[in-house]
């Protein structure tokens, strides 16, 4: 295979970069790893070459890559991701835009686009990434993927490079359910909330209005399939505005010593995102926390015991040109799991035009394994 720089920073050929240290389900799966996880004798790179160079080498594997090696994973490299973790699209100023193979001359969609697109290349069984607001989702739906933003805290992020606390989580992408449940059974602990038998699934006309038509056909006809009842959510642009400020005064607290006079190290994108970051103030940041909450205590309780499906993005993925058109639209559906702190996975459907896109399973808190069982029966 050629190495992609787009597509990773670290690929031994032949590989794998670590060999697998046990055995268990997940012997002869292949794990690409996005470039905020430890991996021992490596830098983490977080997309930034400034950030790369000055970064020690680990000691250590993170949390979650020693568990995938411990029950017979390999690890065949390190694959890239958008500066620190902020954007949506899969670019990257430095090393490029990794490529969709299920959509080709469209973008990847990220922060974990490195992975993504090295699972739906075939180069790797499962991709270890992280979903702040929405980097595991995102690339799911566009490269047609199966992929899994877990219950905010439940999966260890030890040896994580952080981007905001409050919402980041460990995430992982496959080809098939079945292998994303299998890392489940790895990654997650056992259910804390049972789902009903059978789920009562919801879905949102206005939710699901955000979408294209071709999105909006294929997510609303699973959705019809699987039983859904209407539900009466609309798009909330105040929750969404709320987890931005908290997102970005949250991503300074942790970046803003480095990047303070190193903003010239950003791509364009990423830089004006950090801008905005440095200018949250401490009461703006704390307005936007209590809405938070407010937001977070509304969407458990308007949930309860449910599973309400919806866009995983509001289009297929996007032309290079159209990428941030698509975001605002996009960023209202996936920040619902986010504030919410819900295991969401997106299942892959097909679109008129054969393009992939994906629908999302938004559950209560702590129904993780379940939901991914859920997922893969009516998903199949």
């Not at 803003?256 to 401490?282: K, Q, Y």
Request: proline fraction near 9%.
């Amino acid at each position: 295979m050629t190495f992609d720089p787009s597509v990773w920073r670290v690929r031994p050929e032949p590989g794998p970069l670590t060999a697998p240290t046990g055995s268990g389900v997940l012997d002869g799966e292949t794990v690409a790893v996005k470039d905020l996880f430890a991996v021992a004798g490596q830098r983490i790179g977080a997309g930034n070459p400034a950030w790369l160079a000055a970064a020690p080498v680990e000691e250590a594997h993170a949390d979650a890559v020693g568990r995938l090696l411990d029950t017979g994973a390999a690890l065949v490299g390190i694959a890239q991701t958008e500066e620190f973790a902020y954007s949506l699209t899969g670019a990257n100023a430095h090393y490029g835009t990794p490529p969709n193979p299920r959509a080709p001359g469209r973008i990847s969609g990220g922060s974990t686009s490195g992975p993504a697109t090295a699972v739906a290349a075939g180069e790797a069984s499962v991709a270890l990434g992280t979903d702040t607001g929405g980097s595991v989702r995102v690339p799911a739906a566009y490269q047609g993927l199966w992929g899994i933003r877990p219950t905010h805290g439940v999966v260890p992020d030890g040896g994580l490079l952080p981007l905001a606390p409050s919402f980041d989580t460990v995430g992982w992408l496959a080809r098939d359910a079945a292998t994303l449940a299998r890392v489940g059974e790895v990654l997650l602990p056992g259910d804390t909330t049972a789902l009903p038998d059978p789920a009562p699934f919801v879905l949102s006309d206005a939710l699901l209005a955000l979408a294209t038509p071709e999105v909006r056909d294929a997510v609303g006809q699973l959705a019809r399939d699987a039983g859904a009842e209407p539900a009466d959510w609309a798009p909330q642009p105040a929750w969404l505005a709320a987890f931005q400020v908290l997102q970005a005064a949250e991503a300074w607290e942790v970046h803003g010593d480095w990047l303070a006079d190193r903003m010239d190290t950003l791509g364009p994108a990423v830089r004006g995102r950090f801008e905005r970051a440095r200018s949250v103030g401490a009461v703006e940041a704390q307005d936007a926390q209590a809405a938070v909450r407010r937001a977070r205590n509304e969407i458990r309780e308007r949930l309860g015991e449910r599973v309400l499906v919806l866009p995983s993005t509001a289009t297929v993925a996007p032309l290079p040109d159209e990428a941030e058109a698509a975001r605002e639209a996009t960023m209202l559906l996936t920040c619902i799991a986010g504030i919410g702190g819900l295991p969401a996975v997106s299942v892959p459907v097909g679109t008129a035009s054969g393009l992939p896109a994906g629908a999302c399973l938004v559950g209560p808190a702590g129904s993780d394994r379940a939901l991914l069982g859920l997922a893969g029966r009516i998903g199949a």
